[in-house]
């Protein structure tokens, strides 16, 4: 079956740490990758995208991410973080020829002071 | 200004009624789609359509009903059959082909007492 994995529930960081959120894909999926953020009692926002070619991509807010096909994942980075980057953050997947999103269950980053 | 827009992103309902939310978009996008979201789940596909007068069932159809009589509008009716519809409700758009992001609206949170 097709899927994606966020390998951390909860990633607690202090203010101006570097951090990454782990996520693999199943190799079935098709490698349209993207990682999407949500604040509480929002809809979600994307915070960047990999289609083809670079495998390092840049997102919103200094966030960015590398597409490892070897290793099937798509960590998103970002170098130091800030108090309103607290929020959960997706992984997601594009599946099959219906452009059929399938997300991973998501990572609550907490941002502590 | 382009967008996704939910009504309501409140919803309360008693137990055994069928209720109905809105969808509706105005970036002229082909395909559609409905997701349930509950804490620690991700987000899980429920229906989705890539054009007018046609859509497919997603992971947890059961207890769900959409229609697409319009490109501009997705409505998604949870009825009596759905044995926990208490959630949070999303609805999304993309340009339908593969490799596009898609766009969220801001959600319905329905309570069922």
């Known amino acids: 079956a097709q899927s994606v994995t966020q390998l951390d529930s909860q990633v607690p960081v202090f203010e101006e740490a570097p951090v990454e959120l782990r996520c693999n894909y199943s190799?079935?999926?098709?490698?349209?990758l993207f990682w999407y953020v949500q604040y509480p009692n929002q809809g979600l926002q994307l915070l960047l995208k990999?289609?083809?070619?670079?495998?390092l991509v840049k997102g919103i807010n200094g966030f960015e991410a590398e597409f490892n096909k070897s290793q099937t994942s798509f960590h998103l980075r970002k170098p130091s973080v800030h108090i309103s980057d607290t929020a959960e953050y997706f992984c997601?997947?594009?599946?099959?020829?219906?452009?059929?999103?399938?997300f991973g269950a998501g990572t609550r980053l907490a941002v502590h002071p | 200004d382009g967008g996704i827009t939910q009504s309501p992103k409140y919803l309360f309902r008693k137990e055994g009624q069928n209720v109905t939310l809105s969808c509706e978009q105005n970036?002229?996008?082909?395909?559609m789609y409905w997701y349930r979201q509950d804490p620690g789940q991700g987000l899980r596909l429920i229906y989705y359509?890539?054009?007018?007068?046609?859509?497919q069932k997603g992971d947890i159809a059961e207890g769900y009903s959409v229609s697409r009589e319009k490109k501009e509008s997705f409505p998604l009716t949870v009825t009596s059959a759905q044995k926990n519809p208490t959630a949070f409700y999303l609805c999304?758009?993309?340009?339908?082909?593969?490799?596009?992001?898609?766009?969220f609206g801001q959600g319905t949170r329905l309570t069922v007492v």
């Open positions: 970036l002229n996008h082909d395909a």
């Open positions: 999304a758009s993309s340009i339908g082909q593969g490799g596009t992001e898609a766009f």
């Open positions: 359509s890539q054009i007018v007068n046609d859509f």
């Open positions: 997601a997947a594009v599946s099959g020829g219906y452009n059929k999103l399938i």
């Open positions: 190799s079935s999926v098709s490698v349209y």
């Open positions: 990999y289609l083809s070619g670079s495998t």
